[in-house]
């Protein structure tokens, strides 16, 4: 079994890393306690929690690209994952409601979202705009000022070079997951002394902890 593939059965197991409807979910500690359980068994001490989940984030929204590539009329860039090799092992992702779904579906490319003008046909239209969509699709009109201020940076960001795309992209997930630790109740010493996911990654400060810790 490779690495990517046990580490998907190891969070198919724990449906509430992943699940919003699971009633778990909303439990920070719990689910800061399954990564560092998932990474001792992963081999590599729980000290590298932030990289299996980052990992996993990764695997998610791979998956909902490779799904966009069933839909008529997908755009170019979802083309590479039209043969995404572990498609068919995060398919239980189908069954829940997630975070990536979320995502995906709000942030539909404009070439999908609208009809070409060759087709007036109203139910066909409709058709067409439904099409992939889900029961935790998020609706245009419910996004609110944090989805603006990140939804800001986008142009920024595919402006960049792939390569430092790839690299930004893994900072992001590092930063999110260590300061989430620390809401949970980690140490700055602990979260200072984990190891990074790449190799010269930016400073973080952690000036407001006590204020996080007591809201």
């Not at 996004?143 to 893994?170: C, N, W």
């Not at 200072?192 to 007591?214: A, L, Q, S």
Request: charged share 35%; proline share 6%; glycine share 4%.
């Amino acid at each position: 079994m490779s690495e990517t593939e046990r580490l998907i059965e190891l969070v198919k197991s724990r449906r509430f890393l992943y699940d919003l409807s699971d009633p778990l979910y909303k439990d920070r500690h719990k689910r800061m306690e399954a990564w560092k359980e998932i990474s001792r068994l992963m081999g590599s001490g729980s000290g590298t929690a932030h990289i299996w989940s980052a990992k996993w984030k990764g695997l998610k929204d791979n998956y909902a690209k490779y799904k966009k590539t069933s839909e008529p009329g997908f755009v170019e860039a979802y083309k590479k994952y039209k043969h995404w090799p572990w498609a068919d092992k995060v398919k239980f992702l189908d069954d829940c409601v997630s975070t990536t779904c979320r995502r995906v579906y709000n942030y539909t490319p404009k070439e999908i979202r609208e009809p070409s003008p060759e087709n007036t046909d109203p139910k066909t239209s409709e058709d067409n705009l439904n099409e992939g969509t889900s029961e935790c699709e998020v609706k245009k009109d419910s996004l609110d000022g944090v989805d603006h201020f990140f939804l800001s940076y986008a142009e920024t960001f595919k402006k960049l070079p792939p390569r430092m795309q790839i690299m930004l992209k893994l900072e992001i997930a590092t930063l999110f997951t260590r300061y989430e630790l620390q809401a949970d109740g980690m140490s700055k010493e602990s979260i200072e002394n984990m190891p990074r996911i790449v190799p010269h990654p930016v400073k973080y400060e952690f000036d407001f902890e006590n204020d996080i810790m007591n809201e």
